[in-house]
Structures are given as C-alpha cells and as structure tokens.
C-alpha cells in the first residue's frame, strides 16, 4: 500500500500523496518541509552583514533626494551617520585598538517637515533590521504604559528575531520631544513620562547588555528574556519641540551686546531659528543632559516654504498626486489636475499651517465625492479645476462652521 516515506501516514490519511523514484511525499511534510526552507533563507539571506554594499553619503542623499523634497542639511547629517554606521558594523578589529564611537543623531523640526519620512525613506534602502517608535507611550517600569525595553523587542521582531542581527540595526525614537521634563520644580508626583524614561533610555543610547522580553512587556511574565547588546545599534531620534523658538530666541538675545554684536543679530534669520538650535536649548527644553550627550549629532529641519509644499504635491517618486493618479487608474478613469487647483491646495496648506500633511487632508477633501462615485463607473477621464477644488473646500469650510 502506498504511504509517505516520511511521516508514514497511507494515501487515506492524506489529501495528497505524490510519488517518486522509490517513494512517496504527503501534503502535510511538503508544508512542513516548505516552512523549514523559509526559515532557514531567512536566517541566512536577510540581514547577512557580509554582504552589505557600503553606499558613500553622496549616494544616500542622492536617493533620499527621490522621495523627500529639500531639508538638504538634514539629509546630510542622516546619510554620514549611516555611512559612518555601516563602517563601523565592517571594521576589522585591529591591533591599534582604535574603536570607532557610533553618533547617535536627533533631528529637530517642525511638524509634518518630514522627519518620520526621511526614516521611513532611510528604511527602504538599508540592509540592516530598522524599526520607528513612538516615544509617547514609554513609561518608567512598572506603571501603565511600555517599558523602554519594548524599542528592543520591536527592533527584534523587524530582524526576525535574529539577534545578532538586530544587534547591528538602526532604531528611530518619534516624538523624543514628548518625553522633556515636565517642570523643573520638585513635586510629590513623579513624572513617569518625562525625565523617568530619559533615564531609562540612557543605557540602551550608550551601550549596555539588557533583558529583552521577545512578546513585548508585562503581558507574558512567563517568557524567557533575550539579552541584546545595544553596542552597535544606531538611534535616531525626532521631534517637533514645538516652542523651542522662544529658548533660542532668548539665547541669542542675551549674546547681543554692543555695537558690533548688534550687527551680527542682523544677519539672524528671525522666520527660521530653528537653523541656530544648539544643545543647551534642548536642555532648557527639558531634555536633561545626559541623553544630549549620548545624541552627539544635532540638526534641523526647515519650514516648509510654499515653492517646497509646490514640489512635495507633484515631484517625488510617491507625491500624493500620483497616488490619486494611481488610484484612478485602476479604475480606468484618467485623472488630471489643473495648474491653478494645485496652487490653491498649496495656498490652503499654507494658510493651515499644517505643513505636508495639509496637503492630504486637503486632497482627500477635495477628492472623497470623486473617489465614493468613480468605482461605479466604467472608465473616462477626469479634470480637477480650480473652481471645482475651491467649492469642496469652502463646502468643508461651511460644514465645520455649522457644527462649531
């Protein structure tokens, strides 16, 4: 009787046995021998250090440039700290015992200036594991909310759990701003949120062997903890420091004294301070001073003027233009937009102030009775006028008036 040469089950315990020279295979050990395979290419092919191909900073920026309209001295910044990473993940262990320091990097910038984009863009091209979190939801140990050790486990499940690996990867805190310190006057509350995570976050920035929990926190006290060496791993940090402005304003004014400082606040572009920020204004902010230090590169992001909100709507590889443009296509529909339609959207960004993420939100205004109708009808083309994106929005306008 005919049974799988591997399992040993018969051809009526199976859904399928296919035979061979001198055997047989069941379904079930094809799935199972399947799913080994997979397992083993991934461990051996995905994050294989030896293979990685050392982009200069030159090419990094240059396919940052692809995606991400302008922020040139930010890009700069990104592309050396990754270069100088992947140099130091390739550096033969010499008899000089010179070791090379990684730089951890925080980007400053306003929001929607696109500093979660350069990460997500970075991400794209790097062949080590990479994962962005959030900093808003930390909490020192032991109150509601994830431990700071939960970044590892994220880092971890990006590597598939390859530790060595992950070792090696680059993490991207969010919204580091939103963990300042909350007041510099003691209180009978502590501020679990705040100062309480930048101590926690300390050892994992400069380089310590710590516990990580591989299913997140205090879900599975059961589980077996993993140790992750964060020697090697590469922090980039961003946030929006939302009032920052006010801390450099005030440095900068306390320098002005007599007639020939008075000419070189001259030369201080008053619509951009953030270009000027230097460490001591994130320690007013309330970022204390051990992690400043352990994040030794500082940069900025600039505004975004309406020439750039102009090139975000249209020219990088995925601009929210051609996504509509894509989406419409699937549905044979053949859609257009006018010059003066994507003035006006831009103009509207601009008076929202919500920099690249007004431009969706005023889109998918404009778009939503378009995008409802659309599918039901066989194919056309489209043209979206200045008129017609001028009526959705006032129309929105009104709306909101009314339920206010």
């Known amino acids: 009787m005919d049974k799988c040469s591997f399992c040993g089950r018969s051809r009526k315990d199976t859904n399928l046995l296919i035979a061979g020279v001198s055997g047989h295979i069941c379904d079930g050990c094809i799935e199972q021998a399947h799913a080994i395979l997979e397992e083993e290419f ?21 396919f940052l440039d692809q995606y991400v309209i302008g922020q040139d001295e930010a890009k700069k910044y990104l592309s050396v ?56 939801v930390l909490t020192e140990a032991g109150y509601v909310g994830e431990d700071i050790e939960s970044i590892l486990t994220r880092l971890l499940q990006a590597a598939d759990y ?33 100062e309480g995570v930048q101590q926690g976050l300390l050892k994992l ?42 801390k450099i304003g005030q440095r900068l004014n306390t320098k002005v004294v007599g007639y020939t400082a008075s000419r070189a606040k001259d030369h201080i572009d008053a619509g951009n301070l953030l270009q000027y920020i230097a460490p001591q204004d994130l320690k007013s902010f309330g970022l204390i001073p051990e992690i400043i230090g352990r994040l030794p590169i500082l ?7 309406r020439d750039t909100l102009r090139r ?51 889109c998918e205004t404009i778009m939503m009775d378009h995008m409802f109708e659309s599918p039901g009808k066989k194919s056309g083309k489209l043209e979206i006028t200045l008129g017609f994106a001028r009526e959705k929005i006032e129309r929105a306008n009104i709306a909101l008036l009314k339920a206010g």
Do not use: W
């Not at 205090?218 to 090697?232: C, D």
């Not at 940069?299 to 003027?305: A, I, K, S």
């Open 162 to 194: 390859n530790v060595e690996a992950a070792e090696k990867g680059i993490v991207f805190i969010d919204e580091i701003d939103k963990i300042a310190r909350k007041s510099d006057n003691p209180s009978i509350t502590r501020d679990v949120s705040g």
């Open 312 to 362: 975000i709507l249209t020219e990088p590889k995925n601009s929210i233009i051609k996504q509509y443009v894509k989406l419409f296509e699937m549905d044979k529909i053949d859609l257009h937009f006018s010059e003066d339609a994507l003035d006006y959207i831009v103009d509207k960004a601009v008076e929202f102030k919500l920099g690249a993420r007004g431009l969706r939100s005023i």
């Open 81 to 136: 700290a990754v270069y100088n990473h992947y140099k130091r993940l390739m550096q033969p262990t010499s008899s000089d015992d010179v070791e090379i320091e990684k730089s951890n990097i925080i980007l400053v910038g306003e929001t929607g200036t696109g500093k979660t984009l350069l990460a997500r863009t970075i991400a794209r091209m790097l062949h080590v594991p990479f994962t962005i979190v959030d900093a808003t």
């Open 299 to 305: 940069t900025y992001l600039n505004p975004l003027d």
């Open 205 to 246: 920035l400069e380089g310590s062997i710590v516990n990580v929990p591989p299913q997140g926190g205090r879900k599975h006290p059961e589980q077996k903890m993993i140790p992750v060496n964060t020697k090697n791993i590469l922090f980039i940090c961003g946030g929006a420091f939302d009032g920052i402005e006010r």
């Open 42 to 62: 991934r461990k051996k092919g995905s994050f294989d250090m030896d293979k990685i191909s050392l982009l200069k900073p030159a090419e990094i920026k240059a």
